[in-house]
C-alpha cells in the first residue's frame, strides 16, 4: 500500500514510525519547509531512500505519487482543506487531532468522505492505550453496570519555548488552545466512554499564564448526557514544571476504574463486582511509552490498513473525529456566551472565539 506523508513537525515522527511498523511502502514527504523532511526521514534512517519522494506542495504530491493512504500532521487549520482534496481524490485519510477546526468542516468531511467511498480516520490513538482497550472491554461486557459519573483530568506543561517553535500554535485559526490541542484526546475518551450522546455542557476557560497567545490555556466543564451519566473535564497547560498526568475515571454502580500515568497509559485502579483472577494482570497495568503520544499510532495505522483492505469502517473513524470536535467547541461557545450549550452543535468555529481574551 503506497503511503505519504503531509507535514513533518513535531507529530510526524509517530506517524512515520507507524508506517514503518505496519510495513507501508513510504512513497512520498511533504512539509513547505525542505529541512523538516531531511530531519524526520534521517530520524528513521530513511534519508538516504531516493525511492522517497519530496514536496513542498501536498497538491502536486497528490495527483503525481497517486498514494493509497495519506497521513495529515500539519498545523490543525488546514486539516480540513488537505483532507478534502485528498478524498475528492480518493485517498483513505489518517488526519491528526482535531480532524478539523469547525463543525462545517468536520461534516464537509464526512460527506465527501461518503459520497467518494473513502475510508477517513481521525488520529485519536490513545483509544489503542493497553489500559484503554481493558476499561472498554469490561464497558462493553456490562461490568460497570449504570454508569454514575466520571472525569478526564490533562494536567500537562507546554512553556514559550513550545510555542516559539511554530508561530501558529495557540492561534485561533490554526490551533486553538489547551483544549483543542493538548485536551482533545481526554476529552475523545470521556466522550467514547460516556455513550457519546451529550444533552448540555457548561464550559469556562481563560488564559492564565500564556498571555502571548490568542486561545486559553485552561478550561473545565460539566457534561450532562443523555445516558444520566454527567462527568468533568479539566484541561490545562499550565502544571509547573512538566507534565503532570492525563488520567480517566469511571464510576459505575458495580465497577471503579482510574486510569492514569501521563498519557492515559496505566490503570491506577481496578475493581469490579464481579472480580476474578483474570482481573489481577489490570491491577497496576503499566504501559512504556516514549513520549505523551503513547503507543497508539502503529495500532490505529494497523487497523486503517485493515479497513481500506475488508472496506469496512475505521475503528476511530471521521465520526468520532467529529464528536470530539464537537464537545470542545461546546465548550468554547459556552464560555463565549456564559451559558449551557446544549448538543448537537449546529454550527461553531475555533475562530469564533477571536478577541475572547
Known sequence: MRYALIGCGRIATNHMKAAVNNQLEISAVCDVVQEHME????????????????YTDYKSMIQEVKPDLVSIATESGIHAEIALFCIDHGVHVIIEKPMAMSISDANEIIRHSEEKHVKVSAC??????????????ALEAGRFGRLSHGSIHVRWNRNQGYYDQAPWRGTWAQDGGALMNQCIHG??????????EIEEVYGQTRQQFHDYLEAEDVGMAVV??????IATIEGTTNVYPKNLEETLYIFGEKGTVKIGGTSTNNIDVWDFADESEADTKNKGLQEETSNVYGNGHTSLFA???????????????AYAGR???????????????????????????STDMEGEF
Do not use: C
Open 124 to 137: 485519536h490513538q490513545n483509544r489503542f492505550n493497553i489500559a484503554v482497550q481493558e476499561m472498554r472491554h
Open 187 to 196: 476529552i475523545d475518551l470521556l466522550r467514547w466512554t460516556f455513550g457519546g
Open 224 to 229: 450532562k448526557f443523555k445516558n444520566g451519566a
Open 323 to 349: 464528536d470530539a470536535l464537537e464537545l470542545v467547541l461546546a465548550i468554547y461557545k459556552s464560555q463565549k456566551e456564559g451559558h449551557a450549550v446544549r448538543l448537537p452543535l449546529e454550527n461553531f468555529a
Open 303 to 317: 487497523d486503517m490498513i485493515d479497513a481500506i483492505q475488508n472496506d469496512r469502517k475505521p475503528y476511530v473513524d
Open 39 to 54: 530531519v524526520l526521514l534521517a530520524k528513521h534512517e530513511l534519508q538516504n531512500d531516493m525511492s522517497i519522494l519530496r
